[in-house]
Structure formats: structure tokens, C-alpha cells
């Protein structure tokens, strides 16, 4: 039997369900008959394929040319970057060879995700445009992840790491989508809920789902994937096993999880030193305890930060996380408001609902007296992925562009309610006492006991990419009415 998945120079190539993927696991684009050429080379890598063969497995019972098949050759050599034909090698006058090894197995592999089509009853043709249309966008919004596999051959449902599927149905003027995600070896459930429409929101249903699935599905794979991996130790871990325990250390966010992302994903860089993804994880470790410790405490390497970043967007220029990942380097690093956007606005073209890109676009906004704008883009985040554990530190940057805007009585429950969801979170207690001296509120004996634990000093807002001095000025004057201490007290 045939391998299944063959490594390609710097590409892979899974026979079972004919996808290509670059270094960083992208999908790379391959008209369908130049892809058949390549199953039927990648079934025997190594042995001769002779023209006629080739000609008559892809294109059956239809006359062509060889100048059909030297076309195909030609469209595969450029999705291998093959220029020097070492991967597809020309036998003159036999036909072509594909030099290519075993791939690793799927414990080294990508997460796949399985999109069922969508059930309808009835027969309502309405329904049944609107559930395929759903599948498409799913699709589509999902195949722009460089860090998973999207199938769509129920196949391939055992291997699925998830399964989306549900039901549509229209009646009259109201349409109703069902939409379901499991863990596709456990089965347990990750989410079910409904969306309705009605009149002319019907065909806009399926984008919206979409988007609010796709965000939500992120977020819940960042947070939970690695659960597995995080109890045992880095050597015994594939590169994507590494890459997946350090984005659930990642998520909690606390001085100790820090640290076990940092190691995980340094022994991922120095395994996989040409994937982007992992370089650009790495890099985001400068900024990853951004502004919620000290910044006394951050390492001091902001330049290797940069020149990670950098690589990572040479090899990742079509990843939205690697090209958000330099955008944030160049707005908490160096207050580059401007190239944080650039690189944004290049991440959203490939993803436009990516909630991080969102967020350093956001965090731009309001440091640069943008308040409205990055209020709302932020709320519009919280509303597409409402189990995000980030959403405690959005409600207080949106307490901030509350208070810099004047608007100091609804920054106050803002600040408080982010402290409520974060209750442990010195940011969220810091955001809190500086609402709480802006609008000169009594303290209470709860919250006098808050505003003395808070281990971040009043002029932690001097070190925030905030464009005017003023607001920055403004921001410590107001933690210190409260009580917050000027400088930083030792971590504990």
C-alpha cells in the first residue's frame, strides 16, 4: 500500500484526501487536473511514470496533447517551489519521477477538522441553498487556518480531531441554523446553538454563522488542545504536540504557565527552526505577559522578539497569526502604531474575524484616541467568541477608552465588572482603582483591600503604546488617588 502522506522538499501531500500544504501546514492552491498528476506520481514516489500512463489516468477517454501534461508538471514544480526540478525529475524520454519520504504520522500532524453538510427536511429548496451555503463559508473561513486540516469526506470522521455539522431550515421569511461541534474521538460536545434570520438577513445568515463559528472554534482549540500534552515532558512531544501545549499555557495567563510556554516552544523552534508558526509563538512570548506584570519583569531581548518575527513573516507570508504576531511586536515593543496596522490589515485580507488581529487593532485604537472605534471592535469580538478567557482583559482596555473619553461613571462598571470575571488579575484590579480614583468613588473596605494587593505601580501606564502624553499622565494620576503604589513591588 501506498504511503499516505509524503514530505515534498518543504510541502507535504496526503494521498487520502489529495490536500497540499506548505512548511506552515497552509493549504497551497493546485488546479484539480495538475493535482491528479500528483496522486498518480505520489503513489509510486521513486519509480518512473510514463507520459502515457499519466495521460490516461488523468484525463480518461479525452484526447490531449503532452503539452497538457508539461503544463501540470510545470503548475507543480511551482507549488514545490521545485526550480531546479529536483522533486518532479524529467526522465527524457520515459516520463517523470517524484523524489519524496514518508511524511510523519497524524500524532505529528495537523489537527483535522471535519465540515459535515449541513440537514435540511422537507425538501425546501430555500433550506437547502442556505445549508450549503453555510458549508461553504465554514469551509472557506476555516481552510484559511494555517494550524488545521479541513476535510469534508465523511470518510475521514474517525480521524477528525473535530466535527461541525447540524441543520437548516426556512419557513416563509425565517431561516434557523443548527450548529453543532464534537470532539470527534470522544464525541463530547463543544458547543450547540442556534441562529435565526429573517427577510433580508436570510442570506446573510450563513456568513455570520461562519464567522461566529470559526471564532469560536479557535478560541476553544487554543485554550484546550494542548490538555493532553501538557502533563508530559517536551522530548517525548511532536512539534505540533509542543506548539499545542504552549497555547494552553498560553491561555492562563500566570507568571509559571509563562514560562512552560517559553520552553515548549523553544524546543519546537530548535526542531522545526523553518516553521513559521512556531517562530512566530515564540517571538510573541515578549509580549505575551503584556500589561499584565510588571514590565521590570519581561526579558530583555526584544530585538531576538523582532528578528523571530521577521523570519516568521518571510516563511508565513500568508498566515494571519504570524503576520498579527509582528504587528504586535511593533505596537507594545516599539510603539509602531502604523506598521502594527499595515501588518493587521494584511492579516485580515486572509482571515477577516481573526479575534487577535482584531485585538492589537483594537488596543491601537484606543491607545491613539480612537475610543469609539476600538470599543466597538472589541465588543464585536466578546459577541463572536463569548468564552474567550481573554474577554476579562477586553472589558478593561474598553474601561480604559471609557475613562480617556470622558465617560468615567461607564468606564467605572466596566472596570468593575472585569474585575468580577478576573477577580485574580492585577490588570483587571489595576483598571479597576485607577476607575475608581477618576471618578473619585469611596472605596470600600473590599476594595481598599483590592487596590493594596494590585503588584503593578501606577506608572505601569507610562510604558503603554499610548500616542499622548496626557492620557498616559492622566491614567497614573488617577491610580495614585486611588492608592496604587508608584512603583512596582517584587513578584510573587
Same mark, same amino acid.
Given at each position: ?9 518543504? =510541502? ?10 506548505? !512548511? ?6 493546485? +488546479? ?27 484525463? #480518461? ?10 503544463? =501540470? ?46 440537514? @435540511? @427536511? ?8 442556505? !445549508? ?28 477528525? *480531531? ?31 446553538? @442556534?441562529? $435565526? ?5 436570510? /442570506? #446573510? ?6 464567522? +461566529?463559528? $470559526? %471564532? ?45 510556554? *517559553?520552553? !515548549?516552544? #523553544? !524546543? ?18 515578549? @509580549? ?55 501588518? =493587521? ?56 477608552? +471609557? ?15 472585569? =474585575?468580577?470575571?478576573?477577580? /485574580?488579575?492585577? /490588570? ?29 505601580? %501606577? ?18 494620576? /488617577? ?7 508608584? #512603583? ?5
Amino acid at each position: 500500500m501506498e504511503p499516505q502522506r509524503l514530505s515534498l522538499g518543504a =510541502c507535504s501531500f496526503d494521498l487520502s484526501d489529495l490536500t497540499l500544504r506548505s !512548511a506552515s501546514g497552509a493549504r497551497v492552491p493546485l +488546479r484539480a487536473q495538475s493535482m491528479r498528476v500528483l496522486a498518480e506520481l505520489a503513489k509510486t514516489p521513486g519509480a518512473v511514470v510514463s507520459r502515457d500512463a499519466l495521460i490516461e489516468a488523468v484525463w #480518461t477517454g479525452t484526447a490531449v496533447t503532452d503539452d497538457s501534461l508539461a503544463q =501540470c508538471v510545470k503548475d507543480i514544480r511551482a507549488a514545490l517551489s521545485d526550480q531546479d526540478h529536483e522533486i518532479v525529475k524529467t526522465v527524457v524520454g520515459r516520463g517523470y519521477s517524484l523524489t519524496a519520504r514518508s511524511a510523519p504520522g497524524d500524532a505529528a500532524g495537523l489537527p483535522k477538522v471535519l465540515v459535515e453538510r449541513f440537514r @435540511t @427536511t422537507g425538501g425546501n429548496v430555500q433550506a437547502e441553498e442556505l !445549508a450549503e451555503a453555510l458549508f461553504e463559508e465554514l469551509v472557506i473561513r476555516l481552510t484559511r487556518r494555517a494550524g488545521v486540516r479541513v476535510l469534508t469526506d465523511t470518510a475521514f470522521r474517525p480521524g477528525a *480531531r473535530y466535527i461541525i455539522g447540524g441543520r437548516a431550515t426556512v419557513r416563509g421569511e425565517a431561516a434557523r441554523v443548527f450548529v453543532k461541534i464534537e470532539r470527534g474521538v470522544s464525541g463530547e460536545e463543544v458547543h450547540a446553538g @442556534t441562529d $435565526s434570520g429573517a427577510d433580508g438577513d436570510i /442570506w #446573510t445568515l450563513a456568513g455570520r454563522v461562519a464567522d +461566529r463559528i $470559526s %471564532a469560536l472554534l479557535r478560541v476553544h482549540m487554543i485554550v484546550n488542545d494542548g490538555t493532553e500534552a501538557v502533563s508530559r515532558d517536551d522530548a517525548e512531544l511532536s512539534v505540533q504536540e509542543l506548539l499545542d501545549k504552549a497555547g494552553w499555557h498560553m491561555n492562563r495567563f500566570r507568571r509559571e504557565n509563562w514560562v512552560a510556554a *517559553r520552553r !515548549a516552544l #523553544t !524546543a519546537a523552534v530548535s526542531r522545526a527552526p523553518e516553521n513559521p508558526v512556531a517562530l512566530a509563538m515564540l517571538a510573541s512570548m515578549q @509580549t505575551q505577559m503584556i500589561p499584565l506584570i510588571p514590565f521590570a519583569e519581561l526579558p530583555g531581548d526584544v530585538d531576538t522578539a523582532l528578528e523571530l518575527s521577521e523570519r516568521a513573516v518571510e516563511l508565513g507570508q500568508t498566515i494571519d497569526y504570524v503576520l498579527r504576531t509582528r504587528g504586535n511586536l511593533r505596537l507594545w515593543c516599539l510603539g509602531d502604531h502604523d506598521g502594527a496596522r499595515l501588518d =493587521c490589515a494584511r492579516a485580515l485580507k486572509i482571515n477577516p474575524v481573526y479575534h487577535q488581529t482584531h485585538l492589537t487593532l483594537a488596543t491601537s485604537e484606543v491607545f491613539s484616541g480612537d475610543f469609539a472605534q476600538g470599543e466597538q471592535r472589541l465588543q464585536e469580538m466578546m459577541q463572536r467568541a463569548p468564552e474567550d478567557p481573554q474577554n476579562p482583559l477586553y472589558i478593561s482596555l474598553i474601561a480604559l477608552a +471609557r475613562l480617556l473619553d470622558g465617560r468615567r461613571e461607564e468606564a467605572l462598571a466596566a472596570a468593575r465588572e472585569g =474585575c468580577e470575571l478576573n477577580p /485574580w488579575g492585577a /490588570w483587571n484590579a489595576l483598571v479597576y482603582a485607577t476607575a475608581l480614583g477618576a471618578v473619585s468613588a469611596q472605596q470600600t473596605s473590599a476594595t481598599r483591600k483590592m487596590v493594596r494587593g494590585i503588584d503593578l505601580p %501606577a506608572d505601569h501606564f507610562r510604558h503603554l503604546p499610548i500616542v499622548e502624553a496626557g492620557h498616559a499622565e492622566a491614567l497614573v494620576a /488617577w491610580a495614585r488617588t486611588a492608592g496604587v503604589a508608584g #512603583t512596582a513591588r517584587p513578584s510573587r
